[in-house]
Each structure stands twice: as structure tokens, then as C-alpha cells.
């Protein structure tokens, strides 16, 4: 019997990647969308006509196919690989299913144009993917699983419910060691590798006495001069002048008015004024009462 294997891409609720790769289904069923796997709590909310897809999604439930049986197959990595590499309706391998004495033996067979391994490198030219995969079966264990299919237009219907599960692994064969080894290689590749330099390279990172954000800073600081204290009776006549456009000020706004050291003009103002730690005006200096010529009611600040 030959199947055709699909593989679901989100999960109906969240949106999320599903830790099993992919479904197999039978070729009779062939569609052109892709199945999504939900939870049987979203079957029965789909069913009730429940809220839980979102506004823009339509749900088709007509003709559901509650009583259709598909299969839950986890499958290699490297497998999935190769059947994206199929066309569209081509044949990606054979399944087959033997019965002996109750047991039932099922085992999948890749198709010999699929072999090629042409995504891990050059290397893996004389390298061929295994063939024959064995299947390891599970009970569904309790759990109902569902099928979706969603179309471009953001439509889902239900395709089946999920009766078997199943593990799809390769034969343990000379091929499948090949294939170990080359991955092992290809992982252990250094993705940066450090290169040999013929010459110094002496157009970048130059050692320079100076940087020129330390000249400029220099050549303003000299254009600026130096800060010369002024008599301490001329610098209060310039504190008391300020104080009478506003009545706070920041140490930095004092000091470019008064163009004074900040030391020395910190000494001049704890004689004439109060710094305010906390509060409204927090980091500013004002006058102390009684040097004041406003009313009390006026709050004036300047800053930057």
C-alpha cells in the first residue's frame, strides 16, 4: 500500500512548532493544505462552536470526519529534509505493513531519488541517506489527537482523528553510520575561523599621542581661561543680582554666571544662601531668608 506523508506545521491554539514532525496519511486522501494538530480540548470547542480560533479564522465543520483514522509518525531530522526536496504530487517512498502471528511490522523505504544529501556539503556526495526506516508504534495513551487542514485563506477543517502513533527510525546499516559521522563533522566545524595576515594593517586603530576629542577639549579649555577668583564682596553683588530673577539655581548656572571657581563659590553661598537637598527643588541653592528682597509665595528656578 502506498502512503503519502504530510507534516503539520503550528499548532491550532498557540501557533507554536509541535514536537511530532509529521502525518502520514493515505494517498487516497491527497490534499494540497497543510495539517495542523490540535488537542481534544479544542476538538470539543470546535464542535460546540466555541470562540477559540480567533475572529479572522472560519472553521469548516461540515461532513467531519470524526470517524477517519490517521497516523502521528516522528520522523529523523535529516528525513524531513529530504522530502521537502520532492515535488508536489511525486512518490517520496513506500510503506510497508506486514502482519505475523498478531504483531504487526511496519517499516518505511525513502525513495532512491532521495538520497542525495546535498545540504550538508561536499562531502556529502558519497554519502547517500538510509533507505530503510523501521517504525517503533505507541498507543495514542489516553490522548485525542485531531487533524486539521488550513488553506491559504485561513480556512480549517477537520480531516481525522489521530488512532496510532509511531516513531520512524533509521536502519542501523553502513549508510546510516556515514551519515553520524559526516553530521558529527559538519557540527564540529568552526563557524569562524582565524586568518594569517601577510601585512600589518596600518590604516586602522594608528597609535596617536593624542585623540582629537582631547585636543578639542584642550583648545576650549584654553580659549575659556582659566577661572580667577574675583573679590568676594563682587562676587556676591553677581550672586545677590541672579537671585533677583529667580529664586533657585544650580551650582553649574551659578558658576557660569559668576564664572568662578566652584569651590570658592560654594564658600561665598553657605554664607548668603541655603542648598536644598530634598524636596521640590532638589540639587538647587536659594537665598536664606533674610538676604531675600521677593515675596515668599514666588517660586522661580533656573536650570539648563
Known amino acids: 500500500m502506498l502512503f503519502k506523508l504530510y507534516y503539520p506545521s503550528r499548532c491550532v491554539v498557540c501557533s507554536s512548532l509541535i514536537e511530532v514532525r509529521f502525518l502520514m496519511r493515505c494517498i487516497s486522501c491527497n490534499l494540497s493544505v497543510t495539517p495542523l494538530l490540535a488537542t481534544s480540548r479544542v476538538v470539543k470547542n ?33 528525513l524531513a529534509q529530504q522530502w521537502d526536496k520532492a515535488s508536489g504530487n511525486g512518490e517520496i517512498g513506500k510503506l510497508k505493513i506486514v502482519k505475523k502471528q498478531g504483531k504487526t511490522d511496519v517499516s518505511f523505504t525513502l525513495n532512491e531519488d532521495l538520497t542525495s544529501l546535498s545540504a550538508l556539503g561536499e562531502k556529502a556526495a558519497s554519502v547517500r541517506a538510509p533507505r530503510d526506516h523501521p517504525f517503533t508504534m505507541h498507543s495514542v495513551g489516553g490522548q485525542t489527537l485531531a487533524v486539521f487542514t488550513e488553506t491559504s485563506a485561513d480556512k480549517i477543517s477537520l480531516e481525522g482523528m489521530v488512532v496510532q502513533r509511531a516513531e520512524c527510525r533509521p536502519a542501523v546499516n553502513e549508510n546510516y553510520m556515514k551519515l553520524k559521522k559526516l553530521q558529527i563533522e559538519v557540527s564540529t566545524k568552526p563557524q569562524r575561523l582565524t586568518e594569517q595576515m601577510d601585512r600589518a594593517v596600518t590604516n586602522n586603530f594608528k597609535p596617536v599621542s593624542n585623540h582629537v576629542a582631547n585636543v578639542e577639549y584642550e583648545k576650549k579649555k584654553k580659549a575659556e581661561g582659566r577661572m580667577v577668583r574675583a573679590d568676594r564682596q563682587q562676587v556676591m553683588d553677581m550672586l545677590f543680582s541672579a537671585f533677583e530673577k529667580h529664586q533657585y539655581y544650580n551650582i553649574k548656572d551659578l558658576v557660569e554666571v559668576t564664572k568662578q571657581p566652584v569651590t570658592y563659590l560654594k ?14 527643588h532638589k540639587s538647587t541653592w536659594e537665598l536664606k531668608p533674610e538676604y531675600r528682597h521677593y515675596q ?8 539648563d
Open 46 to 78: 470546535l464542535i460546540k462552536g466555541s470562540a477559540a480560533m480567533s475572529e479572522k479564522t472560519e472553521v469548516d465543520l461540515t461532513g467531519t470526519k470524526q470517524n477517519t483514522g490517521v497516523w502521528l509518525v516522528k520522523v529523523p531530522k535529516y
Open 296 to 303: 515668599g509665595g514666588e517660586e522661580e528656578i533656573k536650570s
Open 267 to 280: 564658600e561665598i553661598l553657605r554664607e548668603i544662601g541655603v542648598y536644598n537637598a530634598k524636596g521640590t
